[in-house]
């Protein structure tokens, strides 16, 4: 459903109405339209074909060792509490013939960050994306995250961190692949 900047605006203001605030007060008359602005920027994602992002930056080249983009910076709406969660992508492929811009990989996680969404599906539709499209050998994500949805609201565990992976190809069938993946986006050194 698609809703005019005007009608989302005035949905903002009844939403403050409700909570027992006047949206003409000083220090709210902006803030419906401050708020549209924002949802439209935080959802951004909608409008951006992920798979586009990575066919327009891959190239032919016969790498055949491990790229891993790390401490990728994400920030997305949990779509339960359409309340932000916050952490750090590490994105990992072994080429077959064809890599990808390494931005390409950032802006790839960026697009589905910012949809409503949950940990485990960002991290999920990361891999299956790249696999997808690039056809690697393999691909691994790890996805660390705070969400304000624990931290500011029912349990309130401050220092709670969710940590999820996906794992295809060599990544899931290769214990040797998987233990430099995650050594590498922990820090370690790789063997080789």
């Known amino acids: 459903m698609d809703l005019s900047k005007v009608e989302f605006e005035a949905l903002v203001a009844e939403i403050l109405r409700r909570l ?3 949206p003409e007060r000083e220090g709210l008359k902006r803030t ?8 439209q920027w ?14 327009r930056a891959m190239y032919a080249e016969p790498h055949e060792s491990m790229v891993l983009v790390r401490d990728i910076e994400i920030y997305s709406l949990c779509e339960h509490h359409l309340l932000p969660f916050f952490g750090k992508a590490h994105v ?8 990808v811009g390494l931005s390409k990989v950032a802006r790839l996680v960026e697009v589905y960050a910012r949809r409503l969404q949950v940990q485990e599906r960002l991290t999920d ?4 994306a790249l696999q997808c499209t690039l056809e690697p050998a393999g691909v691994g ?8 949805c624990m931290m500011m609201r ?4 401050q220092h709670s961190k969710t940590v999820t992976s996906a794992v295809r ?3 899931r069938d290769d214990p040797k692949t998987r233990d430099e993946f995650l050594r590498l986006v922990h820090g370690g050194l790789s063997l080789v």
């Open 20 to 22: 027992g605030e006047d």
């Open 32 to 39: 419906p339209t401050r708020v549209a602005g924002a949802f």
């Open 42 to 55: 935080l959802t951004r994602g909608y409008a951006v074909d992920p798979m586009e992002i990575i066919r």
């Open 92 to 99: 990992a492929y072994i080429p077959n013939g064809t890599i």
């Open 125 to 128: 539709q990361v891999a299956d």
């Open 141 to 148: 994500v790890v996805i660390e995250a705070y969400h304000l």
């Open 154 to 157: 029912g349990v309130e565990k």
């Open 169 to 171: 190809g060599v990544f």
